[in-house]
Structures are given as C-alpha cells and as structure tokens.
C-alpha cells in the first residue's frame, strides 16, 4: 500500500510562485520514479514532471520546462515542485505520483502509478 500526501496549494496571483510538496508513505522507492500531473477543469490530466528515485534524473513535458523545477529528498519521501511565474492558466488540481515513468510519441506517460488525492492550485489575474 502506498499513501501519497501532497500539501501546498492555495491561491496566488498571476506572476507569483508556489512549492508543492508531496510525502510518500507505505513502501520504498528505490525502483520508481515520483513526480506531477495537473488537471484543469473540463481538460485531461497532463504530466508535468518526474524525478527517478535513485539517480536524480528529472523528466518534464516540453510545455512545463523553465517555471516548474521537480526535486526530491530520499531522506524524507518527499519530491516537491516549485512553480514560477504562475499565471490563470495553471489553475488546476495538481496531483503527485509514483510510479515508473514511459517515454512514446513525444510525451511522458505514467500507466501504473499511485496517486495522491491531489492539491488545488487557483492563480488569479
């Protein structure tokens, strides 16, 4: 059983800055990666990034490279995403993942993952 607690959330305004945490509970993670998906109202569910658990490595969307950072810290099962410059358009529940990461057809895709019960992030113009 893994539980996956994410935090952080809140409303700012166009041009702030937000950190989302993430806090994994239940199992070890030295095999998967950790990581970010987004869902706006009305639209699906998008991958931000992900970071493997072992080596660091980072994953992003093309679209979410340069105002979303993903880090992790192994000694506290935890990854976080630090948003930059946010503006209305990142109005959506953000939601962390575990889970190993694919790679097809230009974008990233995480089948089998575990899901927290997400976190809303509102921006106001």
């Known amino acids: 059983q893994v539980k996956l607690v994410e935090s952080g959330g809140g409303l700012v305004q166009a041009g702030g800055s937000l950190r989302l945490s993430c806090v994994a509970s239940g199992r070890t993670f030295s095999s998967v990666d950790m990581g970010w998906h987004r869902q706006a109202p009305g639209k699906e569910r998008e991958f931000i990034a992900a970071v493997s658990w072992i080596a660091g490595s980072t994953f992003y969307a093309d679209s979410m490279k340069g105002r979303f950072i993903i880090s992790r810290d192994k000694a506290e099962n935890s990854v976080y995403l630090q948003m930059n410059n946010l503006q209305p358009e990142d109005t959506a529940i953000y939601y962390c993942?575990?889970?190993?990461?694919?790679?097809?057809?230009?974008?990233?895709?995480?089948?089998?993952?575990?899901w927290g019960q997400g976190t809303q992030v509102t921006v106001s113009s």
């Open positions: 993942h575990a889970g190993a990461t694919h790679y097809n057809g230009g974008h990233y895709y995480t089948p089998d993952a575990y």
